[in-house]
């Protein structure tokens, strides 16, 4: 049996694809939770101290995302380059979902030669 490379190459960069965007929504995520508790707090009139462990928690764990999503990059090239190396030269190229809530890569994937 014959194993096509480019389809199982396509697997590995949908999955890459979703793992990327998924750190991204991630962070996206914290940011808000950063937000929503600053505003919180200046609605309810609390000192600045109240809730300042969380703040530096949440900035924390932003600075955690922000180093994973530079790890996922990184492995994006590092791939790119593998896949050179094992012999596919097919460009494989995303399709973005058409609203904000689904701005994903779709499972279907159009090749680029």
Request: no cysteine; proline share 2%; aromatic share 4%.
């Amino acid at each position: 049996m014959t194993v096509d490379k480019t389809h199982v190459a396509q697997g590995v960069a949908n999955q890459l694809w979703t793992a990327e965007n998924a750190v991204d929504a991630a962070m996206v995520e914290a940011s808000k939770l950063m937000t929503d508790l600053m505003q919180a707090r200046q609605e309810l009139r609390l000192s600045a101290v109240v809730a300042d462990p969380a703040y530096a928690k949440i900035a924390e764990a932003i600075s955690a995302l922000s180093t994973a999503r530079t790890a996922m990059v990184d492995a994006h090239n590092e791939l790119a380059e593998a896949k050179l190396r094992v012999g596919i030269r097919t460009k494989l190229i995303g399709i973005w979902g058409k609203d904000a809530d689904q701005a994903l890569y779709t499972p279907e994937m159009k090749r680029a030669v």
